[in-house]
């Protein structure tokens, strides 16, 4: 293919994209979700790691990358494998590119927290709240592991920030537009001074939120 017509094939593709997107209220426009929202309405949440990426041209006019993960341990759901693979829009085959603004695929090797919104629709991105359910662990020098956003920021804790929320029909909802970390997730901007949750805290902070909201 001659760069000016792969060019333009990439330009129509994220055109189709962001049309799609706009439709169905997604993209750019994704919703800031708090984590309560993301703990009741995702379908499977695991600590995993990743075992392979794999992008393919899955029809003439866009391209998904499959990530493959090792199921670590469940926090919430069942599965009946030791590994799931979740499809993600976007991706590169060969000399040809498709980018979706906002998504982040998780990389080969990287380990984290994931919040599925569900193991049976196919969806432009597979995890709740696009990279607010999306949870990185790092070592820290001590051989600590750490929680970080899918922005390498810090999290440094968990709450409910109660100006940001507002009940309606007795379920919270946000009205603002995400920034990639989801009501409830305190981070830190500066990373050399502030050090993530151990990923156990952070493990054990989840089901215990989980079980008073299921209460």
Same mark, same amino acid.
């Given at each position: 293919?001659? !760069?000016?017509?792969? #060019?333009?094939?990439?330009?129509?593709?994220?055109?189709?994209?962001?049309?799609? +997107?706009?439709?169905?209220? #997604?993209?750019?426009?994704?919703?800031?979700?708090?984590?309560?929202?993301?703990?009741?309405?995702? *379908?499977?949440?695991?600590?995993? $790691? %990743?075992?392979?990426?794999?992008?393919?041209?899955?029809?003439?006019? $866009?391209? #998904?990358?499959?990530?493959?993960?090792?199921?670590?341990?469940?926090? =919430? /759901?069942?599965?009946?494998?030791?590994?799931?693979?979740? @499809?993600?829009?976007?991706?590169?085959?060969?000399?040809?590119?498709? &980018?979706?603004?906002?998504?982040?695929?998780?990389?080969?090797?990287?380990?984290? %927290?994931?919040? %599925?919104?569900?193991?049976?629709?196919?969806?432009?991105?597979?995890?709740? /709240?696009?990279?607010?359910?999306?949870?990185?662990?790092? &070592?820290?020098?001590?051989?600590?592991?750490?929680?970080?956003?899918? =922005?390498?920021? !810090? %999290?440094? /804790?968990?709450? +409910?920030?109660? *100006?940001?929320?507002?009940?309606?029909?007795? $379920?919270?909802?946000? =009205?603002?537009?995400?920034?990639?970390?989801?009501?409830?997730?305190?981070? *830190?901007?500066? @990373?050399?001074? &502030?050090?993530?949750? !151990? +990923?156990?805290?952070?493990?054990? &902070?989840?089901?215990?939120?989980?079980?008073?909201?299921?209460?």
């Amino acid at each position: 293919m001659k !760069p000016n017509k792969q #060019h333009l094939l990439t330009i129509l593709i994220l055109l189709l994209t962001s049309s799609l +997107l706009f439709s169905t209220g #997604h993209g750019a426009s994704v919703l800031k979700t708090t984590m309560d929202e993301m703990l009741t309405e995702s *379908e499977f949440v695991f600590e995993g $790691r %990743v075992l392979s990426v794999e992008s393919r041209q899955t029809d003439s006019k $866009r391209i #998904h990358t499959f990530v493959t993960f090792e199921i670590q341990e469940i926090i =919430k /759901g069942e599965y009946p494998e030791p590994t799931i693979t979740l @499809r993600f829009l976007g991706g590169t085959v060969g000399n040809l590119t498709m &980018a979706v603004s906002d998504i982040q695929i998780p990389r080969d090797g990287e380990r984290g %927290v994931y919040f %599925v919104e569900s193991l049976d629709r196919n969806q432009v991105h597979p995890l709740y /709240g696009w990279s607010q359910g999306h949870f990185t662990v790092t &070592a820290d020098d001590t051989g600590t592991d750490r929680m970080m956003t899918a =922005k390498n920021q !810090p %999290v440094t /804790g968990l709450s +409910l920030d109660a *100006e940001s929320v507002q009940q309606t029909n007795g $379920r919270t909802t946000v =009205k603002a537009l995400s920034t990639g970390t989801a009501t409830g997730v305190r981070v *830190e901007q500066n @990373r050399k001074n &502030a050090k993530g949750l !151990p +990923l156990n805290e952070f493990k054990q &902070a989840l089901r215990k939120r989980l079980n008073e909201i299921n209460q």
